[in-house]
């Protein structure tokens, strides 16, 4: 089950700096970019990407990477395909939660559990543009040239206990995210950067199905 949320969790998106970031400077005004984000995102009905991912453990001097698929459509269906080094399937629809690890398959209603619940949320608010409005989360945006960086301070206690800090990174071109990282309490940190992403593709609902 550990495994299970983690990899949930890697879905959403995070950040391991705690003060300030290097390149970024805080931004002011903080209403107009919530509301370009949110815009542009009401736009996206669906994306469609690769994804590279980067594990640091703090008992581990080297780093786990892995690679896989990514797809996103409205409302709240979300299926992440890690392909290499090892095949691991999760999807999410609205409120059910399928995992397939090897010959493993697992079904969760996030109704019965609260964690998912505010995982299903939080990574609907990132694809969305409504982050910045959970009130689970101290926020703060920061900014350069070309990306915005939302900072995401856990309030809420089951993610406090996790996380120290959860961020998104996002492209100021088309509000779309291109990297998450997370910090977890233990020491441990995650980094998804999302590539050669299409947005607006036509997506199958078979790719979402939970039967």
């Given amino acids: 089950m550990r495994k299970i949320i983690l990899t949930a969790y890697m879905m959403i998106a995070a950040c391991s700096l705690q003060a300030q970031y290097p390149g970024y400077t805080i931004l002011s005004d903080i209403t107009r970019f919530k509301t370009d984000f949110a815009a542009a995102t009401q736009k996206t009905n669906s994306i469609k990407s690769d994804f590279v991912q ?10 786990i990477n892995s690679k896989g698929k990514f797809w996103f459509k409205k409302e709240s269906q979300v299926r992440m395909e890690y392909n290499k080094p090892y095949q691991y399937l999760m999807i999410l629809n609205r409120d059910k939660v399928y995992v397939k690890d090897g010959q493993k398959e697992n079904k969760i209603s996030t109704k019965s559990n609260k964690m998912f619940q505010q995982i ?7 694809m969305q543009g409504t982050a910045l409005n959970n009130p689970d989360f101290k926020t703060r945006v920061f900014e350069n040239k070309s990306s915005a960086l939302v900072e995401l301070v856990p309030v809420n206690k089951t993610m406090k206990d996790m996380f120290k800090t959860i961020s998104v990174v996002i492209d100021k071109k088309d509000f779309s995210v291109t990297s998450i990282q997370m910090l977890e309490n233990s ?13 607006n593709a036509s997506l199958p609902d078979a790719l979402f199905t939970i039967n």
């Fill in 54 to 63: 980067e594990k640091n453990l703090s008992m581990l001097a080297e780093k």
């Fill in 120 to 126: 299903n949320r939080i990574m609907i608010d990132c």
């Fill in 187 to 199: 020491g441990d940190n995650t980094t998804i950067r999302f590539i050669n992403k299409e947005l």
